[in-house]
T-cell receptor, first 111, second 116 residues
């Protein structure tokens, strides 16, 4: 059964710092991996989607990498801002086409 | 931009009531999903649909049913609401796996349901 783990569970950094969020999954048979952002009490906003054949995707200050063979993905946020404070979720699409979510990393960027 | 809307942001219902949660998407997506999100349990899939009038059970379908009469609308029904169904409910939509967006899921704003 696919399991997705995100480390750390919470992170607090000063504004301007570059940071890395980690996601690992137990079964490498995935179709894609998606990173989301969730603000308190709100829905999920899709940030980046990486197909299983891809190694990375970039959008603005965000860069996501995928190493399918080792079951790992990282989300790199450059020059963090207080507006980046949110919970970040990763999810993998498994062989049954379902999204399996991690429990998230709560990020606080201090001014 | 893809837009997924949900009928209510907050809802309070009584135990035993029949509850309808509505979700509408405007991007002609074939796939639609209902999740619930609970602290410590994360997001769990309740039901999904790959086409009009189609439905498939997710991981926790007990106590729920769904309806998809039109492509853009996917309804979640709580036949007889119970207190353990108090949760945040999230709807999502996507193109099929072979679609141009690679099956990226887009979420609505969520409905916070409280059952008293």
């Amino acid at each position: 059964k696919q399991e997705v783990t995100q480390i750390p569970a919470a992170l607090s950094v000063p504004e301007g710092e570059n940071l890395v969020l980690n996601c690992s999954f137990t079964d490498s048979a995935i179709y894609n991996l998606q990173w989301f952002r969730q603000d308190p009490g709100k829905g999920l906003t899709s940030l980046l989607l990486i197909q299983s054949s891809q190694r990375e995707q970039t959008s603005g200050r965000l860069n996501a990498s995928l190493d399918k063979s080792s079951g790992r993905s990282t989300l790199y946020i450059a020059a963090s801002q207080p507006g980046d404070s949110a919970t970040y979720l990763c999810a993998v699409m498994d062989s049954s086409y379902k999204l399996i979510f991690g429990s998230g990393t709560r990020l606080l960027v201090r001014p | 931009d893809v837009k997924v809307t949900q009928s209510s942001r907050y809802l309070v219902k009584r135990t035993g009531e029949k509850v309808f949660l509505e979700c509408v998407q405007d991007m002609d997506h074939e796939n639609m999903f209902w999740y619930r999100q609970d602290p410590g349990l994360g997001l769990r899939l309740i039901y999904f649909s790959y086409d009009v009038k189609m439905k498939e059970k997710g991981d926790i379908p007990e106590g729920y049913s769904v309806s998809r009469e039109k492509k853009e609308r996917f309804s979640l029904i709580l036949e007889s609401a119970s207190t353990n169904q108090t949760s945040m409910y999230l709807c999502a939509s996507s193109l099929p796996l072979a679609g141009g967006s690679g099956n990226e899921q887009f979420f609505g704003p969520g409905t916070r349901l409280t059952v008293l």
